[in-house]
């Protein structure tokens, strides 16, 4: 029996169908492309800045990503539900959708740029940077249109789009390498990037509809708003908790250090795209098990669990133990520095793999503000912990903060609230390789039972 059977056999009749199956396929094509090809052409960059203009780069990257939260509102997910619900109002809802995400892209450029006027920072030619930087807030009114095709389940439009960008825009990097680009210039392609993905979205929606068409309404960007805020403040705390370490590492120490700290980050973060993947597919089918079965559904989570506790694992040895020979051969002697701060950051692939399977379930459970308050808890816990160890230990001292707050948020934060305690159980099982052990042991006694 293929495995598409077996999925196909949790689910009510025609549930996952070939478009389902097809979108699935784009969507692991999309990442597995992006993961490559970005990880050999930031390699490379890395390589060619050196640790201070690298750490000035990411410096502005991280500045500028919090703020792009005003242009993105939270909208994906509830723009989604109404192209569903409603497919006959698609020209509205696109309209007031891209109307806000226009008065937000707006607002968030005007309020990165403002923020950084009040900041005392080392890098050459800030403000003239950051504002290039927040060019590429005014093409995020066109995401909306990355939410009509992902509502009729038509991937493959948006996965081209933004592999067509990644490969322009890589090109134009590894271009500007050869002719000694400046960080300017390197900026740049960040927003022509952006560029491209929109460009090339627009062209494919004008295949069979029409931009001109698109109509708002102000009482239906009232409801827009009222229910992605939650969203929106969820997204917001997450950017914080991703980026802060990288702001505070060069306010306290230096840029050579926060160079050290984005090389060995990228080794590391780079493997969260497999837990969202895996479980975003997922989903749906323990949404149906649960219906039919809340015993095989906690089962079924915690074979989740323990297949990304596994996964987590079979990264982090290798990559800890190896560090110190892979940072050299990857970014060069230049970023040998980096070796200690991956062999500690890699650990935190643990806790981000539970958490993000402990999301779906919280979703599954109807209990998704507990997400939001674990996020809250990590944040709060990032800061406090940059604070005290950054200023002894520097890059290093990072890499602990954001291990520290990982488990607090995952772990911890679990112990103290009763309604997690089912998710919490399946965690330490799955940590500890118990359950795993366990159906190995089952599985081993049936095999010797057949003989």
Not at 182 to 203: G, K, W
Not at 259 to 283: D, H, N, Q, R
């Amino acid at each position: 029996m293929s495995i598409f059977s077996r999925v196909a056999g949790a689910l009510p009749a025609n549930f996952l169908n070939a478009a389902a199956i097809n979108n699935i396929f784009w969507l692991a094509f999309d990442k597995v492309i992006r993961l490559f090809i970005g990880l050999f052409v930031n390699v490379w960059v890395a390589r060619y800045m050196g640790p201070e203009m690298y750490g000035h780069y990411n410096y502005i990257f991280s500045f500028v990503i919090i703020f792009s939260v005003c242009g993105a509102l939270g909208l994906e997910g509830v723009v989604i539900r109404e192209l569903v619900k409603r497919p006959e109002d698609k020209n509205m809802i696109l309209g007031s959708a891209f109307l806000l995400k226009i008065i937000g892209a707006l607002t968030g450029m005007a309020l990165t740029i403002a923020a950084a006027s009040f900041m005392n920072v080392k890098t050459p030619d800030w403000l003239v940077l950051i504002s290039i930087s927040t060019l590429s807030f005014l093409f995020m009114p066109f995401e909306v249109l990355d939410y009509f095709f992902q509502s009729l389940v038509m991937s493959k439009y948006i996965v081209f789009a933004r592999n067509f960008s990644l490969i322009a825009s890589s090109a134009i990097r590894l271009y500007l390498i050869s002719a000694d680009g400046s960080l300017m210039a390197f900026l740049l392609v960040n927003v022509i990037e952006a560029a491209l993905t929109f460009i090339a979205l627009i062209v494919l929606f004008s295949k069979k509809n029409s931009i001109s068409g698109w109509k708002f309404s102000a009482g239906l960007m009232k409801t827009l708003m009222i229910d992605s805020f939650p969203l929106m403040m969820t997204y917001l705390m997450t950017l914080i908790g991703m980026k802060i370490d990288q702001l505070m590492l060069l306010e306290m120490i230096d840029e050579k250090q926060l160079g050290y700290y984005s090389a060995a980050i990228k080794l590391s973060e780079i493997w969260y795209l497999i837990p969202m993947s895996v479980c975003s597919t997922f989903f749906p089918i323990l949404i149906a098990i649960k219906k039919r079965s809340i015993s095989l559904y906690m089962k079924r989570f915690q074979m989740l669990y323990d297949f990304m506790a596994v996964t987590a694992f079979a990264i982090i040895l290798p990559v800890s133990f190896f560090s110190a020979k892979l940072i050299p051969l990857l970014y060069g002697p230049k970023y040998v520095n980096s070796a200690a701060i991956l062999a500690i950051h890699v650990w935190a692939v643990l806790p981000v793999f539970m958490s993000v399977v402990c999301q779906y379930y919280l979703i599954v459970e109807k209990k998704q503000r507990l997400s939001f308050y674990k996020t809250i808890v990590g944040v709060i816990t990032t800061v406090v912990s940059n604070y005290i160890l950054i200023p002894k230990y520097a890059a290093a001292g990072a890499a602990c903060a954001r291990l520290i707050s990982e488990f607090v948020s995952s772990y911890l934060f679990d112990m103290f609230h009763p309604a997690l305690a089912p998710a919490l159980k399946m965690k330490i099982r799955a940590t500890t390789l118990i359950s795993l052990f366990n159906n190995t042991a089952i599985f081993l006694a049936r095999v010797r039972a057949k003989k």
